[in-house]
């Protein structure tokens, strides 16, 4: 899939195609963290108060009780020894740890570098100092592990406090080191794989990518989430789902370095990359529904704040119908 597009129009022809552009100067980790305080953190610090317990609790592991399973509960939770012994389903019910570790998954691979207004590095970096600064500052710790294609390339151990968050955006702002000659795909398997080997702790995931990968990466989340509240932080841009009339182009993907030269005036060619863009949008959706995982979407052109709270709305009404239904379920009387 060719993930990155560079064009320009001039006087003297339609279009010209030019080589890709430079990354932009690299942002002073503190300077992004002030200004993400200031414009956004600030308007969400008092309105995710109220849904902050709700979204992110702990997972304590002090065992407070047993009692019989009812409709929605979580199946992880079912104590298989006490359902064997009285032949009915019991779930365990323990005291939360109101403190959690989160851990950001980042993929940092080419095709982040992509962006037709902004970068979608960019939105992931003010995502997670964002997220990373709200949580620090009800005593949370963070963490992260860095993926740029080949290998993951670093592991930040989960700790609490400011100065964490900026090493944290430091180390993810770096260049990363070059990739190797002839390129390579993205493979979010090794990440989400490294992850369950370094995660001890039952934890918050935050796996903030595009989610343009070779195949085989679902299984890997299925089995992360199984332990771990997993949340899926999806970065797009809009022109990687309608593609519009350009002229003639030069698409290039900017992980492996493969280009093919298109005629985007070809109504044909457009639709079949939209349509093609639409079914790789079914297939992720399917992907993250199989493996129990909600999706935050993020896009280039879109205000982070508002994503954030259409997120915790969704969220939070969604649980509250789950614990509507659960009681319903609860007050039917039970056939004897």
Not at 189 to 195: G, M, P, S, T
Request: net charge positive; with cysteine.
């Amino acid at each position: 899939m060719f993930k990155s597009l560079r064009f320009r129009r001039t006087a003297a022809a339609p279009l010209q195609v030019v080589a890709p552009a430079p990354a932009p100067p690299r942002i002073d980790p503190e300077t992004l963290l002030r200004r993400l305080e200031w414009a956004v953190i600030r308007r969400l610090d008092g309105l995710l108060q109220g849904d902050y317990r709700t979204l992110f609790r702990g997972f304590g592991l002090d065992l407070a009780d047993l009692r019989e399973y009812q409709a929605h509960d979580d199946v992880r939770h079912i104590d298989w020894n006490v359902t064997a012994r009285l032949q009915t389903p019991y779930v365990r019910e323990f005291q939360e740890d109101r403190h959690v570790d989160a851990w950001f998954l980042l993929d940092l691979t080419g095709s982040v570098d992509f962006g037709s207004q902004v970068r979608k590095r960019s939105v992931s970096a003010e995502f997670v100092g964002v997220l990373a600064r709200l949580l620090t500052r009800y005593g949370n710790r963070v963490g992260a592990i860095l993926y740029r294609g080949h290998g993951t390339d670093a592991l930040i151990p989960a700790r609490g406090g400011r100065r964490h968050v900026l090493h944290l955006l430091d180390r993810m702002t770096r260049p990363g080191g070059a990739p190797p000659a002839g390129g390579t795909e993205t493979n979010l398997k090794e990440l989400l794989d490294h992850a369950q080997q370094v995660m001890k702790r039952r934890s918050v995931v935050f796996v903030v990518s595009d989610f343009i990968s070779t195949p085989g990466w679902d299984r890997a989340l299925e089995r992360l989430a199984r332990r771990h509240e997993v949340i899926a932080v999806r970065l797009y841009d809009a022109l990687e789902v309608d593609l519009p009339d350009l002229g003639l182009v030069v698409m290039q993907d900017a992980e492996t370095g493969e280009q093919l030269f298109v005629d985007t005036h070809d109504r044909g060619f457009r639709q079949r990359f939209a349509a093609a863009a639409a079914a790789r949008e079914e297939s992720l959706r399917g992907a993250l529904a199989r493996a129990g995982v909600d999706c935050l979407e993020l896009a280039t052109d879109g205000p982070l704040a508002e994503s954030l709270l259409r997120f915790v709305r969704l969220r939070k009404q969604r649980s509250h119908l789950a614990a509507g239904a659960s009681a319903a379920s609860f007050s039917q009387p039970r056939a004897v």
